[in-house]
């Protein structure tokens, strides 16, 4: 299979409908789209080791690498100490789970109020801080982690060159969502995975996939499904286009860019 993944969040609709789970989510990546697995944690419901290993097993029987573990709920910064230490609690948890399903990368976010334009430098202290240690478990566990530039002070990418900066680990990444703007130049040579939204796999696409591998970038290509209607179909779109580039790339075509 192609390095595409395809989102578990791009399910979420269903899910909410309670008419899939991970488990028919990792059948359908499999049979339905012939690509791997990138779990958002909202599809797991526990990180008790059991269920953990159950979700191991399925990925196995399918042959399936997980591209990522895509972590809600962990942030680094809340201003709230309590809530602060809660995440941690579960960032550990989302790590071990991580480890134990194997995870190419893991997405922990920065955090920080959702309407933000900065860090202080309070927070960027305890932020490079935790993942200066997270970079340095993953290093040892053959995996990268990292923020995702799509919320609060992650969407501004001159935070998010400061963080990866500062960080300084081979081990630490971004989870890079393409925005098709200048700002995904700017994060790409920290780029450890990709989410590929509807705007961009019918917008500029092979422009901004161009733009990464030229800029040395090895990973999946994450496809991510934001509506939550009519996903089974609008998925296979995005699939579709994303390896039609990666097969013009095959057949050392020239990819026109829109």
């Known amino acids: 299979m192609e390095q595409i993944s395809v989102a578990s969040y791009a399910f979420h609709g269903l899910l909410r409908q309670e008419v899939m789970d991970v488990f028919g989510y990792l059948e359908s990546v499999k049979f339905r789209y012939g690509v791997q697995a990138d779990i958002w944690n909202g599809m797991l ?3 008790d080791r059991d269920y953990v290993l159950k979700v191991k097993r ?6 399936l690498v ?3 573990l895509c972590v809600d709920g962990a942030h680094i910064w809340e201003d709230d100490p309590d809530r602060r230490e809660a995440n941690y609690r579960t960032a550990l948890a989302h790590l071990e789970a991580g480890e134990l399903l194997g995870a190419r990368t893991i997405r922990i976010d920065a955090g920080g109020a959702h ?16 993942y200066r240690a997270f970079a340095h478990r993953a290093e040892q566990g053959g995996y ?14 001159e935070n998010m060159v400061a963080i990866c900066e500062a960080v300084d680990h081979p081990a630490f990444g971004v989870l890079l969502h393409l925005r098709g703007n200048a700002g995904d130049r700017e994060i790409a040579p920290w780029a450890m995975h990709t989410h590929l939204a509807w705007e961009i796999t019918e917008g ?52 026109e860019e829109r």
């Open 144 to 157: 990268r982690v990292g923020p995702e530039n799509h919320w609060g002070p992650e969407v501004v990418p």
């Open 204 to 255: 500029p696409l092979e422009a901004s996939m161009n733009m990464l591998r030229d800029a040395g970038y090895q990973g999946y290509w994450g496809v991510e499904h934001h509506t939550g209607e009519n996903e089974y179909s609008e998925v296979a779109v995005q699939v579709a286009r994303v390896r039609a580039v990666l097969d013009r790339w095959s057949q050392g075509s020239q990819v």
């Open 58 to 63: 399925a990925l196995d029987e399918r042959g």
């Open 115 to 130: 309407d933000a334009k900065s860090f202080t430098p309070e927070q960027m202290d305890l932020i490079v801080q935790r």
């Open 66 to 68: 997980l591209a990522n």
């Open 45 to 47: 419901p526990t990180t």
